[in-house]
């Protein structure tokens, strides 16, 4: 899509002398790299009355709800911060990107690019679901934000932006755990392997389950039970771990005693399926668009894990449900 074509963001001080302009508001980690954050701020000089203007690029943690930051009393945390001097202007600036060409042209002569390089180790934007009670407010949330403000500060404006996850393009094979129990009465057990083709999928993916059970006992397996489970550590400001069921599917299949299983089975965790689910983790949400379930973290070597503020892994569980007691086996996957 042509950059002339994109839709623009834009936001403006209250006496509209600085206004600052994206092309977009989400900015991918591809984990080797993030995408550059690339815009325009559009300054009227008659208004600055000699004073500086500068912009900065910040990733925040944030505890607590909307209403009690308006008294100051939510926590909040500025993980990295960047800033630079737009006006007048210093030094030179990097060639300009067609986003920001395209951009220029809105401003007119008014017009002063700005890049910013985002750290491949800082978080993707996360928040905890609130409850539907809860409508406009923040449980937890790991962000970023643009702001522009003039110096000394007296006119500001800001822009919330998104860093989100990319999957990586090498996916590996996707794990295998297996289990066997042994009940009274008898003295042989059933066996459960489960597994996936792979350690990822994308929102929305069908994910196969693979089944395998080998039912030695006179006993019969009468339903297969699968559940997702999402798990949220947030490590910033205390350690909390946080467990929520997001998918359970229950299928019908007899095994009789002294036979075999092999059979796939597809399920699809969605977060539509668990809107009302308070504390679940989702993808950075800009103000009421949709997102996704959280996507897993991604830890590379030497990353510092107290820097994410908010880590998230899933599990996928396979239960089996025998005629007088119950097989669990556990794998896990992103």
């Not at 590996?172 to 597994?195: C, Q, R, T, W, Y």
């Not at 990822?200 to 389950?209: A, E, K, Q, S």
């Amino acid at each position: 899509l042509s950059p002339s074509l994109c839709r623009v963001y834009k936001k403006t001080s209250g006496n509209e002398s600085i206004a600052l302009y994206l092309g977009k508001r989400d900015f991918v980690d591809h984990v080797e790299s993030v995408d550059i954050v690339d815009g325009v701020i559009k300054v009227d000089p008659a208004e600055l009355e000699g004073r500086k203007v500068w912009v900065y690029l910040a990733c925040a943690f944030r505890y607590g709800s909307d209403d009690l930051d308006v008294i100051g009393l939510s926590f909040r945390k500025d993980i990295w911060v960047k800033r630079m001097q737009i006006y007048p202007v210093v030094g030179t600036n990097p060639a300009n990107t067609p986003m920001q060409e395209a951009l220029l042209k809105k401003c007119g002569d008014q017009g002063h690019p700005f890049t910013f390089t985002i750290d491949t180790n800082l978080p993707c934007s996360v928040g905890l679901q609130p409850a539907p009670e809860d409508a406009g407010k923040i449980i937890v949330y790991s962000d970023g934000f643009l702001a522009l403000f003039l110096s000394p500060v007296r006119d500001t404006c800001r822009l919330i932006i998104r860093k989100i996850q990319f999957a990586p393009g090498k996916v590996g094979a996707g794990p295998k755990a297996d289990i066997s129990k042994n009940f009274m009465m008898s003295d042989k057990p059933v066996h459960l392997e489960a597994s996936i083709e792979k350690e990822l999928y994308f929102h929305g993916d069908p994910i196969p389950v693979n089944v395998k059970i080998n039912n030695e006992t006179t006993k019969v397996v009468k339903k297969i039970k699968i559940t997702v489970e999402q798990t949220t550590e947030v490590l910033l400001y205390q350690s909390d771990k946080y467990s929520k069921t997001v998918l359970t599917e229950e299928f019908a299949e007899e095994i009789k005693g002294e036979s075999t299983l092999e059979k796939t089975f597809t399920v699809i965790p969605l977060l539509s399926n668990n809107k009302e689910k308070r504390g679940l983790a989702v993808d950075g949400r800009l103000k009421d668009e949709d997102t996704n379930l959280a996507s897993t973290t991604i830890i590379r070597p030497g990353m510092d894990k107290g820097m994410q503020g908010i880590m998230v892994s899933y599990k996928i569980k396979v239960n089996l449900l025998v005629s007088s007691g119950g097989l669990l086996g556990g794998l896990t996957a992103r």
